[in-house]
T-cell receptor, first 113, second 114 residues
């Protein structure tokens, strides 16, 4: 069965420090991969997506993610976080040939002053 | 603003009751997706409609049903409600059938079953 695992439920980090949010997927077919962000009391917004091609994907707000097929990972990174990045981040996968977007359980990023 | 409208924003009801959640997709989007977000299970895919037809089904209970109307708005019906149905229900839309597309999410309907 296809699944998405976000290994960390919460990640505290100081402002201006780098951060990595981890995501692993399980799929017997190729997948499209996404990262979404959810700010308090709002719906999810797309940060970036990987469809094919270059394994390093750049998104909005200075975030980037790297697709690693051998490790079935799609970790999200930002070199220097801001207080405003405090939010919940969701990794999602859509196995090729299906219409189901499978979401991970989310990682709550808390940026500390 | 994502352009996806969900009503109502909050709903409080009792066990055994039935409620209807409504979603209007972005103008031009043909697909509507329903998700349930709870603290213990994260974001669970319920069902997707594309241009009025059911396209994909996830972990949707038999007590729940949905439909997409000719004007492309969608309704999620939840019946015989239980305490465990309390959750945030999101609707999302996309232009096409999905797969490699960006989903646009509404701000959700918070359902509280007492």
């Amino acid at each position: 069965a296809q699944s998405v695992t976000q290994l960390d439920s919460q990640v505290p980090v100081f402002e201006e420090a780098p951060v990595e949010l981890r995501c692993n997927y399980s799929s017997s077919v190729s997948v499209y991969l996404f990262w979404y962000v959810q700010y308090p009391n709002q719906g999810l917004q797309l940060l970036l997506k990987y469809l094919s091609g270059s394994t390093l994907v750049k998104g909005i707000n200075g975030f980037e993610a790297e697709f690693n097929k051998s490790q079935t990972s799609f970790h999200l990174r930002k070199p220097s976080v801001h207080i405003s990045d405090t939010a919940e981040y969701f990794c999602a996968a859509n196995p090729s040939g299906t219409y189901k977007y499978i979401f991970g359980t989310g990682t709550r990023l808390k940026v500390l002053a | 603003d994502s352009g996806v409208t969900q009503t109502p924003k909050h709903l409080i009801t009792a066990t055994g009751q039935r409620v209807t959640l409504r979603c209007s997709p972005r103008s031009g989007d043909l697909s509507v997706y329903w998700y349930q977000q709870s603290l213990d299970q994260g974001l669970q895919f319920l069902i997707q409609y594309y241009n009025g037809e059911e396209r994909a089904k996830g972990n949707i209970l038999e007590r729940f049903s949905a439909q997409q109307f000719p004007d492309l708005h969608s309704e999620l019906n939840l019946s015989s409600l239980e305490l465990g149905d309390s959750a945030l229900y999101f609707c999302a839309s996309s232009v096409g059938q999905g797969g490699n597309e960006k989903l646009f999410f509404g701000s959700g309907t918070q359902l509280s079953v007492l």
